[in-house]
């Protein structure tokens, strides 16, 4: 049984900055893709980043792409995503996900487990 762990979210200004860690156990980390989502209210769960095993390949949606920055540490069974220039827009829970195969990280249907998610809240 693999269990995830999201932490770090908040409440935070435009502008601001956030860094949400995933630890992850019950499982070989090193073995998986890892994978960030995000779902405001009312809206479908969508791809934010996502990291490949070694973190050789790495994606990011184009919402986010230049702001935010996804990496992984095996040591420490975590994946991090350090949001910078956060805008409202990013106002959402933060999923954290994992699998072990993947034709395409950004489909949320690939993935295996998932954290509780955690919060964020971006005032304007």
């Known amino acids: 049984q693999v269990q995830l762990v999201e932490s770090g979210g908040g409440l935070v200004q435009a502008g601001g900055s956030l860094r949400l860690s995933c630890a992850a156990s019950g499982r070989t980390f090193s073995s998986d893709g890892m994978g960030w989502f995000r779902q405001a209210p009312g809206k479908e769960r969508e791809f934010v980043a996502a990291i490949s095993r070694s973190g050789g390949r790495i994606y990011y949606a184009d919402s986010v792409k230049g702001r935010f920055t996804i990496s992984r540490d095996n040591a420490k069974n975590t994946v991090y995503l350090q949001m910078n220039s956060l805008k409202p827009e990013d106002t959402a829970v933060y999923y954290c996900?994992?699998?072990?195969?993947?034709?395409?990280?950004?489909?949320?249907?690939?993935?295996?487990?998932w954290g509780q998610g955690t919060q964020v809240t971006v005032s304007s």
């Open positions: 996900a994992g699998g072990d195969y993947f034709r395409s990280y950004r489909n949320l249907n690939e993935y295996d487990y």
